[in-house]
């Protein structure tokens, strides 16, 4: 990342820049619903990993996800227009660099699919 900062605007080291590891094809597909979506539930994502892959997946698998990627910044919660209590995700600029990173890591694998 580029030009990243600590909350008082001092460069962080490399060391502070938050990591997400991305080795199983469920957080690189969450990955690839939040870069194409404007925002996305847990919910709809639960339902298009099983719709689109036959995957089961815990919800609490994708919600831990989704909020370590907050935690450390990659994405926004905003509340969704067709429901007051249903939240969203949305990637930030960091986010938007981290999933072409980790897609970029992956190009080999996307292209051959």
């Known amino acids: 990342m580029k030009n990243v900062k600590n909350i008082i605007g001092e460069p962080l080291l490399l060391k502070d820049v938050p990591q997400i590891k991305v080795k199983n094809l469920t957080k690189l597909y969450i990955l690839a619903l939040l870069k194409l979506d404007n925002a996305v539930s847990g919910y709809f994502i639960i339902k298009k990993l099983n ?14 996800f989704l909020k370590k990627l907050k ?20 990637l930030t600029s960091s986010g938007l660099e981290l999933v ?9 694998l996307i292209d051959s699919g």
């Open 51 to 64: 719709r689109d892959l036959g995957k089961t997946v815990s919800p609490t698998y994708v919600y831990n």
């Open 71 to 90: 935690a450390c910044g990659f994405t926004e919660e905003v509340f969704q227009s067709l429901s007051k209590k249903r939240k969203g995700y949305i």
């Open 100 to 108: 072409n990173r980790v897609f970029h890591k992956y190009e080999d």
